[in-house]
């Protein structure tokens, strides 16, 4: 079986849930088949403003509806999505390309996004007391607002989590959403909103537009008190400036170039069987998937077979269901982009140890799973993120040299390190320069662990999702400290004379017993 089991009134339905009345349409082109996947209605810069009007009118209403509300409503949500997980499964990889094992991933995350930010919003968000200034005479509390309306950039590549992990987050910590989807992932998420309206998420209170990046992008980054943007780092670093402009604070989840070590005490052939699934899940388009693998020399003439094979024998397809290991890329700029890096390494002297070529005979955009040597910083896949199924391989001396080849990168996103040793593999996860580093895995013990912060150092990127930090991003903390009126603050130099002794004897005082 292949294609799509999406019909056209699947695709008018989910659609029918964008705020788009421009009356223009944009063909979407399903990956797998070529075909004309549906016409994704076009919005306006005026919808994107009407979205954002009427998410901030819900959001009075769910603010006041308190936390329990939410929680219950969200956990909702996340049973929904579970059970409506065939439909969530076909609209991803029928959008986007990917396998199914991988569109399952999607799921996994959004529903432990959206669980984890149910349970766990009250907790990092109710506020409470802080210890005031002068231990009796000042007291201080916390109280945390929403921010109001999110404005929230998505990309294609993970249409589901990626924007589950910053959506789930804002409406649980109170505000309303307007959010812009890629086109390619635009009925995915329109398919996982529908289990949070069922749920009682108010329809207004998530807006979802669709159209060109730049008007209907800038729109969104304009209308919000917050703005989450996912995607390239060309890309990012405008919206960081532009929401700048106007003092709104930003998180820019953005592009990676991640490397892989592989130390010399590995089993050859489960490290190669971890870095084949953390460098081709998703057909290499997945930001913190891994680009370089430096491998140790003493295991490398053991590894490196071991990969080229396991990497030869994965099976390419367009099933819907868990037969095949790798899909396709999604659009034509995919499959352009990720020959280019390819033909130029080739062309200036890499080695082809496995893939190498497009395979139109699979589906129009597939490209073999590709592990290069010889890569070096001429060719535009050393330093550049190809964010397709290439991964160059080098073979290294020491350990030292294997952590400091990993850091020379403008990008620090997601690292990973292969052990037989987890103390050794930690003592050089902690001298990577990355915001996630994986012992034994690619991605998902990072991108799994939805209680732990994720984002990028470097270009990759600013701010974390997930974890504590992805909650507090979309609040702002008021303090409320009051004086107890036991002892008067000096407000004369001659009540300053009189009281810098004892204040000068309390702040050591304090520095003594170590006293925060
Ligand atoms: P992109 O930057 O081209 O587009 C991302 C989104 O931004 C799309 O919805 C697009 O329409 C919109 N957009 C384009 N121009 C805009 C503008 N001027 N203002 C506002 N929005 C605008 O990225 P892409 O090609 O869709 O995604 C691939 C890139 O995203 C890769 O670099 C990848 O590494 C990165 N990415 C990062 C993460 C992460 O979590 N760090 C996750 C996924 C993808």
Not at 59 to 68: L, N, P, R
Not at 249 to 273: F, Y
Not at 320 to 340: E, H, I, N, P, W
Not at 480 to 490: E, H, M, Y
């Amino acid at each position: 079986m292949s294609g799509t089991t999406l019909q056209r009134a699947d695709t008018d339905a989910l659609t029918s849930g964008l705020t788009a009345t421009s009356g223009r349409t944009r063909a979407v082109i399903a990956p797998f088949t070529g075909d004309v996947l549906h016409e994704l209605p076009i919005s306006t810069a005026q919808d994107v403003a009407d979205a954002a009007a009427a998410a901030r009118v819900a959001q009075a209403s769910w603010w006041a509806a308190g936390w329990a509300h939410r929680r219950e409503v969200l956990l909702r949500a996340h049973d929904l999505l579970l059970e409506r997980r065939e439909l969530l499964l076909d609209a991803v990889q029928t959008e986007t390309g990917k396998t199914r094992g991988q569109a399952f991933e999607e799921v996994f995350n959004s529903a432990a996004a959206t669980r984890y930010n149910a349970l766990a919003a009250h907790r990092v968000l109710r506020g409470g007391p802080r210890r005031g200034g002068i231990p009796l005479v000042l007291t201080a509390e916390v109280r945390y607002r929403p921010k109001g309306l999110v404005g929230v950039v998505t990309p294609w590549n993970y249409p589901l989590s990626l924007a589950i992990m910053d959506i789930a987050p804002a409406l649980a910590a109170g505000n309303g959403v307007v959010q812009k989807a890629d086109d390619q992932g635009a009925l995915s998420i329109l398919a996982a909103r529908r289990c949070f309206t069922d749920a009682g998420v108010p329809e207004a209170l998530w807006g979802i537009v669709a159209g060109d990046g730049e008007e209907i992008g800038n729109a969104v980054v304009d209308a919000g008190d917050y703005v989450s943007f996912t995607g390239s780092t060309a890309t990012g670093t405008k919206v960081a400036q532009r929401a700048a402009g106007r003092l709104v604070p930003s998180s820019m989840e953005l592009g990676g170039k991640n490397p892989m070590i592989v130390l010399d005490d590995v089993d050859p052939e489960k490290a190669a069987a971890d870095a084949a699934y953390g460098c081709f899940s998703a057909a290499g388009q997945l930001c913190v998937s891994m680009e370089r693998i430096y491998v140790l020399r003493g295991v490398a003439d053991r590894f490196i077979p071991a990969f080229a094979e396991r990497v030869a024998s994965l099976r390419l397809g367009t099933d819907l269901d868990y037969t095949t290991d790798v899909g396709s890329l999604a659009t034509k700029a995919q499959l352009d982009r990720v020959m280019a890096h390819i033909d130029d390494a080739v062309a200036k002297g890499a080695t082809v140890l496995a893939g190498g070529h497009a395979r139109p005979e699979i589906g129009l955009y597939f490209v073999e799973p590709t592990v290069l040597a010889d890569v070096t910083s001429e060719m535009q896949c050393f330093a550049h993120e190809t964010f397709g199924p290439v991964v160059a391989v080098t073979v290294v001396d020491s350990e030292a040299a294997a952590i400091a080849a990993a850091n020379d990168s403008e990008f620090g996103l997601n690292a990973s390190v292969l052990s037989g040793s987890r103390s050794r593999g930690m003592r050089v996860a902690e001298r990577l320069k990355a915001g996630s580093v994986n012992i034994n895995e690619g991605y998902r013990a990072s991108f799994g662990s939805v209680d732990a912060p994720m984002g990028g150092v470097k270009h990759s990127g600013l701010g974390r999702r997930n974890g504590a930090e992805g909650l507090l991003r979309y609040a702002d903390a008021t303090t409320i400290a009051s004086a107890t009126g036991l002892l008067q603050l000096p407000r004369t130099g001659a009540e300053f004379r009189a009281l810098t002794p004892a204040m000068l004897l309390l702040l050591r005082t304090l520095r003594v017993l170590r006293r925060r």
